[in-house]
């Protein structure tokens, strides 16, 4: 029973990685194809462009170092190392 529990903790771990890595690639695709051209057509400040990205950049990292240090735990819960 304890093998069954791991293999599921494993997988869960995979797919919390997979999340993270998925979360991380929409924002990066977001801000490549949405904000960059924003910026061309409505000309805002250096100001004004430095906090959009922050806006965008810290939640996305946010949500992606959460999403691995959940993935990171539910191995060590796996291999019984926590």
């Known amino acids: 029973m304890s093998i069954l529990g791991s293999i599921i903790c494993l997988g869960a ?25 924003g910026f061309i057509s409505a000309n805002p400040s250096a100001a004004d462009r430095t906090m959009t990205i922050l806006m965008v950049g810290v939640p996305m990292a946010g949500v992606a170092f959460i999403g691995m240090l959940s993935a990171v735990r539910m191995m060590m819960v796996a291999f019984g190392l926590g």
């Not at 979360?23 to 051209?37: S, T, Y």
């Open 13 to 37: 771990a995979l797919a919390n990685a997979g999340i993270s890595i998925l979360a991380v690639w929409g924002g990066l695709q977001a801000i490549r194809r949405e904000l960059l051209r």
